[in-house]
Nanobody
Framework: QVQLVESGGGLVQAGGSLRLSCVAS????????MGWYRQAPGKQREFVAV???????NFASSVKGRFTISRDNAKNTVYLQMNSLKPEDTALYYC???????????WGQGTQVTVSS
């Protein structure tokens, strides 16, 4: 089992920035992918960004150029730096962890990001 704990959400004005963090603990294997998904009220959960254990990132087109993702493998932590935030970025942001050895996905509880116009 892997446990994920997110932090860093909050309320920010449009154009502002926030940094999300997610710490993984438990049965961590070196070959994994970590990242973020989000879900706005009344909408389905959608992909935001992921990064492999080797450091290769992938972004949704809606956030490319505004968000960056990074990780510290020694701390089993992934970060999402969100800049130039827009009201449409308002959502519950979930940390995601994929164990490629056991082909299992894990999710955090979510951290709320609210962007006011």
């Amino acid at each position: 089992q892997v446990q994920l704990v997110e932090s860093g959400g909050g309320l920010v004005q449009a154009g502002g920035s926030l940094r999300l963090s997610c710490v993984a603990s438990g049965s961590i294997f070196s070959i994994n992918t970590m990242g973020w998904y989000r879900q706005a009220p009344g909408k389905q959960r959608e992909f935001v960004a992921v990064i492999s254990n080797g450091g290769n990132p992938n972004f949704a087109s809606s956030v490319k150029g505004r968000f960056t993702i990074s990780r510290d493998n020694a701390k089993n932590t992934v970060y999402l730096q969100m800049n130039s935030l827009k009201p449409e970025d308002t959502a519950l942001y979930y940390c995601y962890y994929r164990d490629h050895i056991r082909t299992t996905d894990y999710w955090g509880q979510g951290t709320q990001v609210t962007v006011s116009s």
